[in-house]
């Protein structure tokens, strides 16, 4: 039985992805390349391998959720130096949480994946950067419209690395 390694996230919309970009181009100074923005994503809950049947029964329970849509706000960096990731992280969401919590606390009833982590949101962009980035200009405050979120499937191809949406969840009051 095939296993594919998943995960609850929130992707990112064309203008923010380009906002970023830009930002990293013009305000940065890093060692290592960016991850790819078409990787950009919040995480909500690892999985881990998940085989088939697993997987339908995620998607049946995340398709049950019941959660108004929402906006995240970005304007703040961060830095990791045990495994040397960037990031951008919202500010605190009650709404966010909402939605992280049955995601993760399912994949731990399941024993899927248990995070030893409290949740941290926040959009990865460098990984493995052994001194933290350079900012020369703090990042354009943005905002970030939640309508949906996503089953991934992270997996390699001959380009890199993907995270392609399997299933996608939209919120509605």
Not at 30 to 40: D, E, F, G, I, V
Not at 82 to 88: E, K, V
Request: with cysteine; net charge neutral.
């Amino acid at each position: 039985m095939a296993l594919k390694r998943l995960f609850f996230g929130i992707g990112l919309d064309t203008q923010s992805k380009s906002r970023i970009t830009q930002w990293l181009n013009q305000s940065i100074t890093h060692q290592k390349p960016a991850t790819l923005a078409r990787n950009w994503h919040i995480t909500l809950a690892f999985l881990g391998q998940v085989d088939e049947p697993t997987t339908e029964a995620l998607i049946q329970f995340a398709g049950e959720l019941t959660l108004p849509p929402f906006e995240l706000n970005f304007s703040q960096t961060g830095y990791w130096p045990q495994n040397g990731i960037f990031y951008l992280q919202p500010m605190p969401c009650e709404a966010l949480n909402n939605l992280a919590a049955p995601l993760r606390k399912i994949s731990k009833e399941w024993q899927l994946y248990s995070c030893p982590y409290r949740f941290s949101p926040h959009i990865t962009l460098f990984r493995g950067h052994k001194r933290e980035p350079q900012v020369q200009a703090p990042v354009t405050p943005f905002t970030l419209s939640v309508r949906e979120f996503h089953l991934y499937h992270s997996h390699a191809l001959e380009d890199g690395l993907h995270y392609t949406p399997i299933s996608s969840f939209e919120l509605s009051a």
